[in-house]
């Protein structure tokens, strides 16, 4: 009789380790906020913004219906939509053609404690409009 385990006991190991170790991964991980971006100032730009944590930093998706295609600054903003502090707190990658993606070094919650807005910006020509604006708020 042959010490070497077969191929079917190792496959056999191998499902069971995957099965018991995914739900211990999902659990550390909060899942992904979303939250409405509202079109502002008559743009007509509305969509969503997801938050999704990587460990210790956070991955910000936004997609907007009825954006240009040039750019548009996108930041965090503390404040509310109609009331918000002047400086942007936390830049993102300018909106184009409707989307943007950026990796933030801050974990989620910091950023979904609804002490925060996401603006998006007219244009660069422009930033003094705001275009689509959202509540960073996990619910």
């Not at 190991?13 to 739900?23: D, G, H, K, T, Y």
């Not at 933030?104 to 007219?122: E, R």
């Given at each position: 009789m042959s010490t070497f385990?077969?191929?079917?006991?190792?496959?056999?190991?191998?499902?069971?380790?995957?099965?018991?170790?995914?739900?211990?991964?999902?659990?550390?991980?909060?899942a992904p906020v979303v939250f409405k971006m509202n079109a502002m100032n008559g743009s007509g730009e509305s969509g969503t913004a997801t938050l999704t944590a990587q460990g210790d930093k956070t991955l910000v998706v936004l997609k907007l219906a009825g954006a240009p295609d040039g750019p548009q600054p996108a930041h965090f903003h503390t404040g509310t939509c109609t009331n918000y502090g002047p400086r942007p707190l936390y830049p993102?990658?300018?909106?184009?053609?409707?989307?943007?993606?950026?990796?933030?070094?801050?974990?989620?919650?910091?950023?979904?404690?609804?002490?925060?807005?996401?603006?998006?910006?007219?244009?660069?020509?422009?930033?003094?409009?705001?275009?689509?604006?959202?509540?960073a708020k996990a619910s």
């Open positions: 385990p077969t191929r079917a006991s190792l496959g056999t190991a191998l499902v069971v380790l995957c099965a018991f170790s995914s739900p211990v991964l999902a659990a550390d991980t909060p993102l990658h300018p909106v184009e053609k409707g989307m943007s993606s950026t990796v933030l070094d801050m974990p989620i919650a910091k950023l979904t404690d609804g002490s925060l807005v996401v603006n998006v910006h007219h244009s660069l020509d422009d930033i003094a409009t705001i275009a689509s604006c959202g509540l």
